[in-house]
């Protein structure tokens, strides 16, 4: 599986997809000033190392699609069917904008959402997993700080729908995750000068990988002009911030009111060592013993009836 990675680019035959250095190099040669994105992977590496991260994701095992064939294909962080696959070790991502061209419509837009993809996949490489093995075939129980019984019964629930709070262990590090890779993507922003589009899509492109997003912003997914790959686009990017970094936000403001950045902190060095006695500790601190497992453990998770 890690050897061969076409059973997930197989899946959008009408992209073409090369490994992000050679998608960067070949950007370079079109006159794209791309230091933005270096400069940011380094502050990326920096800010990681002092979670207990040592190893970035190699940019080789980053496939990024673009010269689609596919009249109207537009790509980015939300493009359907995409992200870091755990098994195979590759992160499959599309170049934001129009894809039907080898150097993106945006550079400076496509540069800090391809920064934003990969620095939100390196954590997901980053975190801790453990597999066993159950009739020949590998089987994760542990990712991060969640956990799965062979059986495949997780170990915290799914979120009601609708639900602006999670209970969700997969949300709180999905979320953490991104919220981690937004603030990279912001800072680079920053540094280099990239400003915002006028544009609605453009606009909310911008505010999505910065992390800027306004509740207001929501509604103005309606107003988004142009394909129909690019309205399903814009939906998507409003459907991720609902689910998943709102929900994040609201958990932290819930559980670590005016200590939301060292909560942050300690989720994200959990995740990567796997280890939760530390953040467990901070949490009982505030709400009483077993708190993370009161917050997160759904009660059938050890029910007989679930063993393997």
């Not at 680019?9 to 994105?37: C, M, N, Q, Y």
């Not at 190893?55 to 990024?64: A, T």
């Not at 962080?77 to 934001?96: E, K, N, S």
């Not at 000068?193 to 544009?199: K, Y």
Request: aromatic share 8%; net charge neutral; with cysteine.
């Amino acid at each position: 599986m890690r050897a061969d990675a076409s059973s997930l680019t197989g899946k959008h035959p009408a992209h073409v997809f090369r490994p992000l250095s050679e998608v960067l190099t070949r950007w370079a040669a079109d006159g794209i000033d791309t230091t933005p994105f270096h400069a940011g992977v380094e502050n990326t590496k920096r800010r990681y190392a002092a979670y207990g991260l040592a190893k970035m994701l190699p940019l080789n095992r980053v496939l990024v699609g673009c010269e689609s064939s596919r009249v109207g294909a537009f790509g980015g962080f939300h493009h359907p069917d995409q992200g870091y696959r755990h098994l195979q070790m590759v992160a499959v991502i599309t170049m934001y904008g129009p894809m039907e061209r080898r150097s993106p419509e945006r550079p400076a837009l496509a540069l800090l959402d391809l920064l934003r993809a990969y620095a939100h996949d390196c954590l997901h490489y980053g975190s801790r997993r453990r597999y066993v093995e159950v009739g020949g075939v590998p089987v994760r129980t542990q990712y991060g700080i969640n956990y799965r019984r062979t059986s495949g019964q997780s170990y915290s629930a799914a979120d009601q729908h609708g639900s602006q709070h999670t209970r969700n262990l997969g949300v709180v590090m999905e979320g953490a995750c991104d919220k981690e890779a937004r603030a990279i993507t912001r800072q680079t922003a920053e540094r280099f000068g990239v400003t915002e589009p006028s544009d609605v899509l453009g606009s909310l492109a911008f505010r999505d990988v910065t992390g800027t997003l306004t509740e207001e912003d929501a509604g103005r997914v309606v107003g988004v002009l142009g394909s129909e790959e690019q309205t399903r686009y814009a939906t998507a990017l409003s459907r991720y911030e609902r689910g998943v970094n709102r929900r994040y936000r609201h958990f932290l403001a819930e559980f670590a009111p005016e200590e939301e950045s060292e909560c942050h902190a300690r989720l994200l060095a959990a995740i990567i060592s796997g280890d939760v006695a530390e953040l467990g500790r901070w949490l009982d601190d505030r709400h009483g013993p077993g708190s993370f497992m009161g917050l997160f453990r759904t009660p059938g998770y050890f029910d007989p009836g679930l063993t393997a």
